[in-house]
T-cell receptor
């Protein structure tokens, strides 16, 4: 079993839809949780960073962490065609320098 | 400051040749990371520098791989005797604390 599981999709939604992206993890040492967006042939771009259970909102994006269930989510409201990209979850343990990434979910938002 | 810069963007090499990639981090960032990403997968951690000290190395970093960060500024990643399995995107990231900024990567193709 991989430490971080993420459904690779692809996921296709109409413009304006609410998108839900999810990851599960098995390592209870993970304390810091991130969501990255990666466009084709580009490096990952940090979208959300959180270290506690609960919700964190930034504009159209909401990150949700449930440490008891080892489950994290990213919600995108009012999705736009420019949101079409691969979304990667990533996490790190306390005192560790390395990020462990999921495989990424490829999202297409159709106009 | 234009972010994390990686050169070259693309590299095609013959099996058995040596290659070297360069990463210029964001100037005030003391932390520097190398990751490798293959098609359809999330990035995998290779190594971490704090200033000029290499503090963490993944078991993925075989003896053919070496990384340096002289004077705590730019970093180089060298792969000796390249193999076809080395074909991947090599990503560099830097940070001041815990939120990494990634470069656009160097795409290596070994033929």
């Amino acid at each position: 079993q991989k430490e971080v599981e993420q459904d690779p999709g692809p996921l296709s939604v109409p413009e304006g839809a609410i998108v839900s992206l999810n990851c599960t993890y098995s390592n209870s040492a993970f304390q810091y949780f991130m969501w990255y967006r990666q466009y084709s042939r580009k490096g990952p771009e940090l979208l959300m960073y959180t270290y506690s259970s609960g919700n964190k909102e930034d504009g159209r994006f909401t990150a949700q962490v449930d440490k008891s269930s080892k489950y994290i989510s990213l919600f995108i409201r009012d999705s736009q065609p420019s949101d079409s990209a691969t979304y990667l979850c990533a996490m790190r343990g306390a005192g560790s320098y390395q990020l462990t990434f999921g495989k990424g979910t490829k999202l297409s938002v159709i106009p | 400051d234009t972010g994390v810069s990686q050169n070259p963007r693309h590299k095609i090499t013959k099996r058995g040749q040596n290659v070297t990639f360069r990463c210029d981090p964001i100037s005030e960032h003391n932390r520097l990371y190398w990751y490798r990403q293959t098609l359809g997968q999330g990035p995998e951690f290779l190594t971490y520098f704090q200033n000029e000290a290499q503090l963490e190395k993944s078991r993925l970093l075989s003896d053919r791989f070496s990384a340096e960060r002289p004077k705590g500024s730019f970093s180089t990643l060298e792969i000796q005797r390249t193999e076809q399995g080395d074909s991947a995107m090599y990503l560099c990231a830097s940070s001041l604390e815990e939120q990494e900024t990634f470069g656009s990567g160097t795409r290596l193709t070994v033929v």
